[in-house]
């Protein structure tokens, strides 16, 4: 390799990694919001969910009540017991 070459390459990595220093930095989150993600939060401090569609606003408590009480149904199966297949609904 010649010596232009090897200049080009090592300032081109060097400005490569200069860039990427200054754009995590400006990216990243700051360390007390990152300590704060990392706790968890008792469900009474959450804020409520707005349901929509009339439905209002609701607990997370309530929510998470209501989901205890009433699971989610169980897949429906075909008559020969295999599980229904998935479609992909693409524009």
Same mark, same amino acid.
């Given at each position: 390799m010649? *010596? #232009? @070459? &090897?200049?080009?390459?090592a300032v081109t990595l060097l400005a490569t990694a200069a860039v990427c220093v200054v754009g995590f930095r400006l990216a990243a989150l700051p360390p #007390? $919001?990152?300590a704060a993600a =990392? *706790?968890? $939060?008792?469900? #009474?401090?959450l804020?409520?969910?707005? &349901?929509g569609a +009339?439905?209002? =606003?609701? @607990?997370?408590?309530? &929510?998470? %009540?209501?989901?205890?009480?009433?699971?989610p149904a169980a897949? $429906?199966? *075909? %008559? @020969? +017991?295999a599980p229904a297949a998935r479609r992909f609904g693409g524009c």
């Open positions: 010649n *010596r #232009e @070459s &090897l200049i080009f390459c #007390e $919001a990152v =990392k *706790r968890p $939060a008792p469900p #009474e401090q804020p409520d969910v707005d &349901l +009339g439905f209002g =606003k609701v @607990s997370v408590i309530e &929510l998470v %009540a209501h989901y205890i009480d009433n699971p897949p $429906a199966r *075909r %008559a @020969s +017991g």
